[in-house]
């Protein structure tokens, strides 16, 4: 037949739009046309697709050669197309019969000699594939990504001519199979590494329990990082279809996917990152850190290092859990529900408050320092914990604290008590929210004479009620009473916890 239609898919985002590769061959002048809005590396592939049938034993048409890339108007990059292509031309020459790829989708680059190297973006690929009811044929060094999309049949292969040859059924590819999910393979921190700090830990525990953004504040060298990067081991472990979402941001990112497989992501993107960076974007935009770190955390070291405009992008996807990058011809919408945990000094020299070193900076530094942050950035950080200089006799002794496992018994238990009511604590709707504390005329009273001396904007109120009301989870009560509302406005209260000079 002299037209060929062959089943692939873009990498758009996260999504994988279907493409139908259109291959028709017509008398004329021999040469090869690509239509449908192919970028430089799309093009190339004449090339690429020239010399890898060649090479491989097939014949190519020495013919006019139309391909269409439909839909037209969907932007098409990358080597993944040169493996659709190719059978495309196969089967419009009559070297491979049409019906041999009735029910097929495929992608995958060509090497020069007809070998099929890997391509990034595969998983959203085989997800999209798998909601088809198609068979997914692609490069073996992908099949292991492919395969944990679930009920979907993927074959592997090696070259051009291992392909050919299971469409011509004489020799078909064993379908790929994964066995078991893979296990992590990377082990941990344990958070019992952490000397003293016993209200920090309490803070990481409490963010732990109700999804709660965190900020700690003090000293250098007083275990700020390594208080955060223990987060992730007293997290619950990721569920199927929440690893299925993280591996998916990494697969198109181009990150390994095995390795970390149902753990949770931690992300500590440098102070000098930009706001493309950190959110994603591009000309063809691509996931940042923060959907990156989606299901799992962000670490932000030296908070205030962060160039303020950078800082401000992050309001919205910590309200919203997700993030809209819009260009001029096309709209990418990644996923964000991430936990921030960041870190800062309360002054430039860092010992504002320190009693092993006195401060140098003078009051106004130490109130520029600080306003690099903003006060509704603030606002939504729940949790706002100053980490103190240990002293050396705590440091020393040998007596160490919980373990991971232990605090994360605990958190299990008050997520399945929020599993219960629908969302965690940190995401709970307003209303839901209020309904569920059910604060008393005598606490309402209490708490709006707090606010009004503290100052508090609406948006903090129910931060305060969110953060006392996953404090009641842990203590096993019904609904927040007054002890947890008072832990829960004690991390709200930043002028001490920045050691009372200036506020942000």
């Not at 004329?28 to 020239?50: D, H």
């Not at 921190?189 to 920090?200: I, K």
């Not at 009051?363 to 914990?385: E, T």
């Not at 599993?419 to 009273?445: F, H, I, K, M, V």
Request: charged content about 20%; aromatic content about 2%; overall charge neutral.
């Amino acid at each position: 037949m002299a037209l060929a239609i062959i089943n692939t898919r873009a990498g758009l985002g996260l999504e994988a739009p279907e493409v139908l590769v259109e291959v028709h061959l017509t008398n004329g002048l021999p040469g090869l046309a690509i239509v449908g809005l192919p970028e430089a590396a799309v093009k190339e592939s004449r090339e690429r697709v020239r010399s890898a049938l060649i090479n491989a034993g097939f014949d190519f048409p020495t013919r006019r050669i139309t391909l269409n890339l439909a839909p037209a108007d969907l932007p098409k990059e990358g080597g993944r197309f040169d493996l659709p292509i190719a059978l495309g031309i196969l089967v419009a020459s009559g070297q491979i019969p049409g019906e041999a790829v009735a029910g097929l989708e495929c992608l995958g680059e060509l090497a020069l000699d007809g070998k099929l190297r890997p391509v990034h973006g595969v998983l959203p690929v085989a997800l999209e594939a798998r909601r088809a009811g198609r068979t997914l044929l692609l490069p073996e060094s992908n099949a292991d990504e492919a395969a944990l999309a679930g009920d979907l049949e993927v074959l592997p292969a090696a070259d051009l001519p291992q392909v050919v040859a299971h469409l011509l059924k004489q020799a078909p590819i064993t379908p790929h199979q994964l066995g078991e999910r893979p296990a992590p393979r990377l082990a941990e921190p344990d958070l019992a590494d952490v000397r003293g700090q016993h209200q920090a830990r309490r803070a990481l525990e409490v963010a732990a329990s109700g999804g709660h953004n965190l900020l700690f504040a003090g000293p250098p060298g007083t275990g700020k990082t390594m208080l955060a990067s223990r987060l992730p081991g007293i997290l619950p472990p990721l569920g199927d279809d929440e690893a299925l979402e993280v591996a998916a941001v990494r697969s198109v990112c181009g990150l390994p996917i095995l390795e970390r497989w149902g753990q949770r992501p931690f992300r500590t993107p440098h102070h000098t990152a930009s706001g493309v960076a950190l959110v994603g974007g591009g000309g063809k935009p691509r996931p940042g850190e923060i959907s990156l770190a989606h299901h799992g955390v962000l670490f932000l070291d030296e908070l205030p290092e962060f160039d303020r405009r950078v800082l401000e992008v992050l309001r919205e996807p910590l309200e919203s859990g997700q993030i809209v990058v819009s260009r001029a011809l096309m709209q990418s919408c990644f996923p964000a529900r991430f936990q921030l945990v960041a870190a800062m000094n309360p002054c430039p020299c860092g010992h504002l408050g320190d009693p092993r070193k006195a401060c140098v900076c003078t009051p106004a530094q130490v109130q520029r320092y600080q306003a690099r942050i903003s006060g509704p950035l603030l606002d939504r950080i729940d949790l706002q914990v100053e980490v103190p200089a240990l002293p050396a006799a705590q440091l020393t002794e040998q007596r160490s604290g919980e373990s991971s496992e232990v605090v994360r018994q605990r958190v299990l238990a008050a997520r399945q008590r929020q599993a219960q009511r629908g969302a965690l604590n940190a995401y709970l709707p307003s209303s839901t929210l209020e309904d569920l504390c059910a604060l008393d005329g005598q606490e309402r009273t209490w708490l709006a004479d707090v606010l009004n001396r503290l100052n508090l904007s609406a948006r903090a109120y129910h931060r305060v009620l969110r953060v006392a009301l996953t404090l009641a989870d842990l203590a096993e009560e019904p609904r927040p009473r007054q002890p947890q509302l008072m832990e829960a406005i004690g991390y709200r209260q930043l002028d001490r916890l920045i050691g009372g000079n200036g506020g942000v």
